[in-house]
């Protein structure tokens, strides 16, 4: 709409960002341990949480609303394993036609509001061998190659640096932390590099094999401008996909959206249980 069109070239990302955080802070969601994002069909976690309450996305000022299937909207707050936890049970992707800033802002709210490190859940395809259907690969690095970069503008200082080093965006601690979770649960923890497209049509065989020629071991629509976002204002990362499927051409069968949230639905026990383990450990 006009009004929203003229709010948004007027109020700054870091004012709408830091109003939703006062707002959230205002709803009891303060104080938060990590925030964890829940990618395609992995948002029961939420239902995981000691003492929960649940927020609509479309409650929060200035907050984007998405609109794909297996992506519900609303932010949990709750305890687990004694840790405040805040759950984005769904986000918003750049191939819907938002751009980068508001693909991120939720990361810029949970800047705002203090929150010291995100953990980013996502589904993708297994490009590498360790990486098969059903697998959790713990994001040791990503390739971005969306198509843009959620910092590129002006940038503003009170978030972080004009040039922002990704030598370690998702934390060597943290990922540590994700083995000894899975090695205690038994649950299998894959490591891999995770490469980022803009979607929505899934990949050809021929991006597949580029991307596996790259050093990709797994590949989706999201996450790694987050972690970009959540980097610049100095949060820690951890990344974690879940691999729904064998990327395009590794076998000849073609690739539907409703086998994404088949093995996501089928991998979350583990999943979950994986999240716990590691937030126990924070
Ligand atoms: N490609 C891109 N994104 C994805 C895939 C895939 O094969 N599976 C789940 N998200």
């Not at 000849?252 to 979950?272: C, D, N, R, W, Y």
Request: aromatic share 6%; with cysteine.
């Amino acid at each position: 709409s006009w009004d929203s069109y003229c709010e948004h070239r007027i109020v700054s990302v870091f004012d709408r960002a830091t109003a939703a955080a006062e707002w959230l802070r205002g709803h009891g969601c303060g104080g938060a341990d990590v925030a964890v994002v829940l990618g395609s069909g992995l948002g029961d976690f939420a239902d995981h949480l000691g003492g929960s309450l649940t927020i609509p996305y479309a409650d929060i000022p200035h907050w984007p609303a998405s609109r794909v299937i297996g992506h519900a909207g609303k932010l949990g707050a709750g305890s687990v394993a004694g840790r405040r936890v805040l759950a984005l049970s769904g986000r918003v992707h750049h191939y819907e036609g938002h751009d980068l800033q508001t693909v991120t802002f939720a990361m810029r709210v949970m800047g705002r509001l203090g929150v010291p490190r995100v953990i980013l859940t996502n589904a993708a395809g297994g490009i590498s061998p360790n990486c098969s259907r059903g697998a959790l690969m713990v994001i040791d690095d990503h390739i971005n190659l969306m198509g843009g970069n959620p910092l590129a503008g002006p940038n503003d200082e009170r978030f972080g640096l004009r040039f922002p080093d990704m030598t370690n965006v998702y934390s060597p601690r943290l990922r540590a932390i994700a083995d000894e979770a899975g090695r205690a649960l038994d649950v299998a923890v894959q490591h891999g590099v995770y490469v980022a497209v803009l979607g929505p049509s899934y990949e050809t065989p021929a991006e597949i094999r580029a991307f596996r020629t790259l050093g990709a071991d797994a590949v989706g629509m999201s996450t790694a401008p987050e972690a970009i976002v959540a980097r610049h204002m100095g949060l820690d990362v951890l990344g974690i996909s879940c691999i729904t499927n064998a990327a395009a051409g590794v076998f000849p069968e073609p690739l539907h959206h409703s086998e994404v949230m088949e093995t996501a639905q089928q991998v979350k026990g583990q999943f979950i249980a994986l999240l716990e383990g590691i937030i126990g450990r924070l």
